[in-house]
Structures are given as C-alpha cells and as structure tokens.
C-alpha cells in the first residue's frame, strides 16, 4: 500500500472514530439529562399533587376534578396516582393512560424503597415515596416527555448532520495532507528510477522539502551514491592502474630472464637472478597490499591482541634494515619518565604492523640523508608516534589527497612506487581510532603523525 493511501486512511479514520465517539457522548449524555430532567418534573408534580389533595380534601369531587384539570395535565399524556400510607388509592388523573406496572412499582415501594424508575411504551415511570406534614404516600407518575424527546430527536439530527460533516472535511484533509505529505517522497522515488548510476556526472538528488527525516533520507542517499561511485571509481582505476603498472615490471622481468638464459658465467648469472628475484617479489608486495586493501573495505572482522607498539615498531625496522642495511632510524621517548603501560595498544599486529612498515619505508624512499627520526611522545593525552624525515615534501595542493588511492607528488618522480601504501595505513589506523597525519616543516622535512588515544585498550576493532 502506498503511504498516500496509509496516510489518508489512518489519519481519517482515526479522526473520524474520535469524533464519532465524542458525538455519541454528546447525545447520551444529553439523554441522560433529559431523563433526570423529566423525572424530577414528575416529582415535583407528584409533591404539589400531594399538597393540593391535603388542602382541598374536604372540597367537592367536582372542585377537585376542576384542580385535575387545571393542575395536574401540564405534561403530555400523564397518568398519576396517589396512595395513603396503607396503599390505598386516594387519587388517579382522569386521563385513560394505563400503568401496566403499577402494582409491581406500588409492592416494590416502601419506606427503605423510595424511589422506583423505569420505562414503559417509551414513556417514563416513576414510583416514590413522599411524606408531607408527617404524612406518607404513595405516587406513581407515566407521562411521555414530549418535548424533551423532541430536544433529543433534533439534537439526534444536528449530531448526524455534523458527523457527516466532519467525514467529509476529514476525508478533504487528509487527502490534501497526504499528497504534500507523500510528494517529497514520490518525487524521491522517481528521481532514484531515473538516476544513471552509470554516469558519474550527476549531481546529487535534491528535493524539496521541510521535512528533516526527508531530507536526512536524501542525505542519506546521495551519501551512499557517492560511495558507490567511489567504488566503481576505485575499482576501475584499480584494473587500469595495476595493468599499466604490472605490465612494465613483467615486461622488463621477461626480457631480463631471456638475457640470463644467454648468458654462461655462473656468478654472473647467480647475480643477476637474485636481482631478478628481488623484483618479482616487490610484485608479491604489490599484490599483498591491494588484498589488504580489499580485506579492509570488503568490512571482514579483524581479530585484535594486546601488544606493545614500540616492539612492533622496532620490528619493522629490523625488517627495513635488512633492505636497506645503510638506512639509520634514531628512536627517542619523551618524556624521560613516562609509564610503559601507556605503548600497550589492543590492535591487529599483522595489520599495524603493515602500517608502520608502509610508514618507515616511504621515510627510506623520501629521505636525502639515509636517516629518520621516530619519536614516541607520551606526554599528552593521546599516544603520538612521530616520523619524520628530510628531504622533498608536497605542496599543499598535494597534502590534500595524499591519501587518495594512486596519488603520487612530484617529490616521487625517481621514487618506485603505486601510491597505495599511504592508502592501506590510514584505513589500518582508523579501524584501530587512530589518526594518521602528514605535514611538512621548512619544505625540507616530512613529517607523518600517528595519534591513538589513551582508551585504545577497550576500542572494539571491526571494519
């Protein structure tokens, strides 16, 4: 069903039983009233009746009709009838009215029973007992409330004709309210039938409305659209980038492989082959980052352990060092004095570790000195990894996509590379919370920044 549709028939009906509802205790509260009203008329008559059969008992039965007549028919249709205190009838009205219940009122009337009502043939009946001057009696009253009932039969009307009424405005409103309600979202909905998704040129979706869950929705949307096309960039850019890239490496492996099989010293074979090895690992090593990168955005869960974060620094360098054994790190802690508990971290080793590694090797890649320098600085809420080393830096235009995937500075013209290791850490930091940053000092000295914060310990780790 659509939300027009639901819109239209909850709110009216919803609207519509509440009013039905109100009007109905409009009337029979009213009906109520009438009735006590009426009752109490009749009472009144019964207690005047008894007074006037006390003063004018003595009279003649013919003044006495003549009191009936005058005094007793201001109701329409009224019977009355009057008993002494032994239940024996002293008056009855001259109408022919019958009181079919009398007898069962009059035996259920007593002094512990004084009042008796009911209904019969839509007329009202009552049975009291009244004492007057220490006298009791008996009365039972049948009399049709005539005007009260046509009270209640044109309030009945006015009721109807307001109900109907209400449908009716109800029914218009709603309708009004649920197409302005459900446009922004018909309009939502068409927009994302005619959206190319293979057309990375348009713009986001735009409607127009106040509504914020609306415009949170369309947010929302545009957000994932913008991540979507970002994936289908990445991905294209990816096989575009890793064919050309790959296809060099390979290419000059081949050619370098057909020379070795011309050649006939063995040292000199035995030499150029480790050389080709070390090339067709740095292929592994292509391959092993972009897997990790993959792992990462595909949203698997990583396992995390506590460790400390300076050894595995330190085992990074090992490794770099075995590289390039001429390359110096100097590691410092600041301050002299600080609590070792503050470089445990609940973290994925392999993945840091990676981290780091891409971290020390670009340091190597983009040093001019064969020297960089990693501080760990403990002297602030959040532990800083500081590494930096001199030499060419970005520009500012640069520094801002310096994470992107396959961004390359002209500070790495003569430097091998894809531009994807940057890429791997910062993701690798972010699921851990912390953040990884770059600056430069006096354009001879890059510095790159990992901050983790001091509850690293109790971060749940997922991707």
Not at 60 to 66: D, G, K, T
Not at 225 to 233: G, M, P, Q
Not at 286 to 292: A, D, P, S
Not at 331 to 351: C, G, H, R, W, Y
């Amino acid at each position: 069903m659509k939300i027009r549709n639901k819109i239209l028939i909850y709110f009216s009906s919803t609207v519509i039983a509440l009013s039905a509802l109100w009007l109905v205790v409009v009337f029979v509260l009213f009906s109520a009233h009438r009735e006590e009203e009426f009752q109490q008329q009749q009472f009144s008559k019964i207690k005047h009746t008894i007074e006037l059969i006390e003063e004018f008992g003595k009279i003649s039965e013919e003044v006495s009709s003549l009191l009936d007549k005058q005094d007793i028919h201001d109701f329409y249709n009224e019977k009355m009838l009057i008993y002494d205190a032994d239940k024996k009838l002293i008056f009855s009205s001259i109408d022919s009215l019958d009181i079919l219940k009398s007898n069962d009122i009059l035996h259920g009337l007593s002094v512990s029973n004084r009042w008796i009502e009911t209904k019969e043939d839509g007329y009202d009946l009552i049975g009291v007992y009244v004492e007057n001057h220490s006298k009791g009696y008996y009365a039972i009253s049948k009399a049709y409330d005539y005007f009260g009932f046509s009270k209640k039969d044109f309030l009945q009307k006015v009721l109807i004709g307001i109900f109907a009424a209400i449908v009716v405005i109800v029914l218009l409103i709603s309708l009004y309210l649920s197409n302005i309600i459900a446009k922004p979202i018909s309009e939502l909905t068409n927009k994302i039938e005619d959206y190319d998704f293979h057309n990375q040129e348009n713009k986001p979706l735009k409607i127009n409305t106040t509504t914020s869950e609306l415009r949170d929705l369309s947010d929302k949307f545009n957000e994932l659209l913008k991540r979507t096309n970002e994936a289908f960039l990445f991905q294209k850019h990816s096989i575009q980038h890793i064919s050309h890239e790959l296809k060099t490496p390979i290419a000059v492996l081949v050619s370098e492989l057909e020379k070795i099989a011309k050649q006939h010293n063995i040292e000199q074979i035995k030499s150029e082959l480790h050389e080709q090895t070390q090339k067709a690992k740095s292929l592994g090593t292509i391959i092993n980052v972009l897997l990790q990168i993959s792992k990462i955005e595909s949203g698997q869960e990583i396992t995390k352990n506590n460790i400390r974060i300076d050894e595995i620094i330190f085992d990074c360098i090992s490794e770099v060092n075995s590289l390039y054994p001429d390359f110096h790190f100097e590691v410092n802690f600041t301050p002299d004095n600080f609590n070792e508990n503050s470089l445990n971290i609940q973290a994925n080793e392999p993945l840091i570790k990676q981290a780091f590694l891409n971290l020390l090797i670009n340091s190597v890649h983009y040093s001019n000195n064969q020297k960089a320098k990693i501080t760990f600085d403990c002297t602030t809420d959040f532990l800083k990894i500081l590494i930096s080393n001199c030499g060419k830096t970005l520009s500012e235009d640069e520094q801002k996509f310096i994470f992107s995937h396959f961004f390359r500075g002209k500070n790495a013209q003569n430097v091998v590379g894809f531009g994807l290791g940057l890429v791997l850490s910062q993701k690798i930091f972010a699921i851990h919370n912390a953040i990884l940053q770059y600056h430069s000092q006096e354009n001879i000295k890059n510095i790159f920044s990992v901050e983790f914060p001091h509850d690293y310990q109790q971060i749940e780790m997922f991707v």
